[in-house]
């Protein structure tokens, strides 16, 4: 799932692209295909004159986290909560 959004007009960039959900069935994984996933969403994400992408994965997924680094994606911005 890929989701651009308008940002508010003090962000250098008027648009901006999330890649949301990426699922890949347990006994196929590791073949490539998240990453040909990526790689399409990408694409699209491109050919729309974004040139920035944002995913999101919890702290706690180690494999989440490895697998978005391999292609690339780095923290930009620590997201803090708090429980109520």
């Known amino acids: 799932m ?4 308008r940002a508010p007009p003090i962000h250098r ?6 890649i ?8 196929v994984r590791r073949a490539g295909i998240g990453r040909e996933l990526v790689e399409a969403a990408l694409g699209w ?4 004159g974004i040139d920035r992408a944002v995913v999101r ?4 997924n180690a494999a ?5 680094r391999a292609l690339r994606f780095d923290a930009s911005m620590d997201v803090l ?3 109520l």
């Open 64 to 68: 989440g986290r490895a697998f978005w």
């Open 13 to 18: 960039e008027a648009l901006r692209a999330e």
């Open 57 to 60: 994965v919890l702290r706690d």
């Open 2 to 5: 890929v989701r651009i959004d």
């Open 81 to 83: 909560e708090r429980p």
């Open 45 to 48: 994400i491109r050919e729309r």
């Open 20 to 27: 949301g959900e990426v699922f890949v069935r347990e006994e």
